[in-house]
């Protein structure tokens, strides 16, 4: 099982490129793509889905081209798209037995299909409440209940914890983790936390183009010795940020604690830290923005 995207470019009239010479091969497990909002995530996952055809490229399921054969993908694609909207006088039974007839599966077969992953995102108990009183939370574990209804082999999800609180967010990370097994999951956000704890590999996108695709412990690795804990006067504060990349600020009476991703300490007395993703994360998209200004 693979997907391949090869030199994948979109190209919008008026807007000038979206995506641009886009390179990845996807294999099961869970890949992160992480990028700022306007990077091109969004216009990817459409292009994956064959909901929009690329302006170059091309893209291969399983060595098939889609542009050629869309539905190669369709019978075996789940997605969940960024602006996943429902009817909210359905219940969510009624809404996942017409998505079931939409994607032409055997009525007895989806029922027992759908009882299955009302089970498995938590909503037995309110599959026959009106979805319009869901909450944010509830209506995501419909639209990956929906996705999973053809028990996919690649699922697609799009910024699926944007609005979410907190404890929403936890579970639907740990339920994509579960799902993931046997199957592709594209997981697409611009919220670091989404892919620290549930992808294999991270793939980083900003303006349009791919700038990383790693493992998370390689992506760690590479700042290893670069991170720095520095305390500053409050009133130094805007000239450090000035000279150097500040990941975080914690405020400590007149002080504040600052972390620097920088390959020289800042200062003899900053200390080194330990990196984290979020850290991998601004100081890749530093070096993009360099690039591009450049």
């Known amino acids: 099982m693979e997907l391949?995207?090869?030199?994948?470019?979109?190209?919008?009239?008026?807007?000038?490129?979206?995506?641009?010479?886009?390179?990845?091969t996807l294999e099961p497990g869970i890949l992160g793509l992480l990028g700022p909002n306007g990077a091109g995530k969004s216009t990817l996952m459409r292009i994956l889905a064959t909901l929009t055809k690329?302006?170059?490229?091309?893209?291969?399921?399983?060595?098939?081209?889609?542009?050629?054969?869309?539905d190669a993908v369709r019978e075996v694609l789940g997605y969940l798209p960024q602006d996943f909207g429902v009817y909210p006088q359905l219940s969510a039974l009624e809404f996942l037995d017409y998505i079931a007839a939409a994607k032409g599966l055997e009525p007895r077969?989806?029922?027992h299909r759908i009882d299955e992953l009302l089970e498995l995102v938590n909503l037995t108990d309110a599959r026959k409440r009106p979805l319009g009183g869901f909450?944010?939370?509830?209506?995501?574990?419909?639209?990956?209940?929906?996705?999973?209804?053809?028990?996919?082999?690649?699922?697609i999800v799009d910024e699926p914890t944007a609005g979410l609180d907190p404890e929403e967010r936890v579970r639907f990370r740990n339920l994509l983790t579960d799902?993931?097994?046997?199957?592709?999951?594209?997981?697409?956000t611009h919220i670091v936390s989404d892919v620290e704890s549930t992808a294999s590999r991270i793939?980083?996108?900003?303006?349009?183009?791919?700038?990383?695709?790693?493992?998370?412990?390689?992506?760690?690795?590479?700042?290893?010795?670069?991170?720095?804990e520095w305390t500053v006067p409050a009133a130094q504060v805007a000239g450090a940020q000035a000279r150097y990349l500040?990941?975080?600020?914690?405020?400590?009476?007149?002080?504040?604690?600052?972390r620097v991703v920088s390959p020289q300490s800042p200062s003899d007395d900053a200390r080194a830290a330990a990196p984290s993703l979020e850290d991998a994360y601004l100081q890749l998209l530093?070096?993009?923005?360099?690039?591009?200004?450049?």
């Open 135 to 155: 909450s944010g939370g509830m209506k995501q574990r419909v639209g990956i209940a929906q996705a999973l209804l053809n028990d996919p082999q690649l699922l």
């Open 4 to 24: 391949v995207i090869e030199g994948v470019g979109k190209k919008y009239p008026g807007r000038g490129w979206a995506l641009s010479h886009f390179s990845l």
């Open 246 to 258: 500040v990941s975080g600020m914690l405020r400590r009476g007149d002080s504040v604690q600052l």
């Open 203 to 228: 793939a980083l996108i900003a303006n349009g183009q791919l700038h990383a695709n790693a493992t998370p412990d390689a992506l760690l690795a590479s700042l290893q010795g670069q991170v720095w």
């Open 286 to 294: 530093q070096a993009s923005r360099a690039t591009a200004a450049a």
């Open 54 to 70: 690329p302006s170059m490229g091309r893209v291969l399921w399983n060595g098939t081209d889609l542009a050629k054969e869309p």
């Open 179 to 188: 799902l993931a097994g046997e199957r592709i999951v594209l997981l697409s």
């Open 109 to 111: 077969a989806a029922r």
